[in-house]
């Protein structure tokens, strides 16, 4: 075996690694109530998760270095990053959920991201998400800068939850193979979701002060994303 390619492999498993690292910065940011600091934290977590299976593909990871899972490495890292970061976070920040729910909302939480995490059918065969897909820390992104009443977020919060047990499809969106048929379509919807980054982003880098263009953009995707993941649900491509 090459050398070079056993070096890239497990620099790929590394940077996969990486993302804990940086939710554990998020956890010491959080407690120290440095929230903007937590979420850009965060935000890079996402863009780890967004590009390292690229990366494993690329390679052929599994064939350089069989007997490491680095399917498994990815979901510590994404429960940790995804379901329990952001959970502590609404621990933190008491003021976004009722006091009379705050607890039976981040239980929940936790315990829907561990039934989702374990699914040997958490991803369709045509690279989708089956079911609510855990994105906890965006939620919780958009609980805390909406500013919406403690029992509106807790209402979302325990939709989503709900969510995460009905069989409905949702977009992956590195995996785009299903998406649709025309390859214009597939490389609009990431052209989509590079916007929809840059935008939340930028939210994030002028807070406290706001942009009601970035809202509105940041805002339009998710929901296209929900739309169009209900449309495939009843919809599919033919796999083929």
């Not at 075996?1 to 940077?15: D, E, G, N, P, T």
């Not at 499809?169 to 785009?176: D, Q, T």
Request: net charge positive; charged share 10%.
């Amino acid at each position: 075996m090459v050398l070079s390619r056993l070096i890239a492999a497990w620099l790929v498993h590394l940077f996969t690694a990486s993302g804990a690292v940086f939710g554990l910065a998020a956890v010491y940011a959080i407690m120290q109530q440095h929230f903007k600091l937590a979420f850009a934290l965060m935000a890079v977590t996402i863009l780890i998760d967004a590009v390292d299976g690229y990366f494993a593909r690329l390679i052929k990871i599994k064939e350089v270095i069989p007997n490491t899972d680095g399917a498994l490495l990815d979901n510590i890292v994404d429960y940790f990053n995804y379901a329990l970061v952001p959970a502590f976070f609404l621990l933190a920040s008491p003021w976004l959920l009722p006091s009379a729910m705050e607890y039976v909302c981040v239980l929940l939480i936790v315990l829907a991201a561990s039934y989702q995490f374990t699914q040997l059918d958490a991803k369709t065969a045509d690279h989708y998400f089956k079911r609510f897909p855990s994105y906890w820390n965006i939620v919780v992104f958009y609980l805390f800068f909406c500013e919406m009443t403690p029992w509106v977020n807790a209402t979302i919060v325990l939709f989503l939850v709900l969510l995460s047990f009905v069989p409905m499809k949702f977009i992956y969106p590195s995996r785009l193979d299903y998406l649709a048929k025309s390859a214009f379509l597939r490389v609009l919807m990431v052209a989509a979701t590079i916007v929809w980054g840059l935008s939340t982003v930028g939210l994030l880098w002028i807070y406290p002060e706001t942009s009601h263009l970035l809202v509105w953009i940041s805002m339009s995707y998710i929901g296209l994303y929900a739309v169009i993941s209900l449309y495939r649900t009843w919809k599919p491509l033919k796999i083929a």
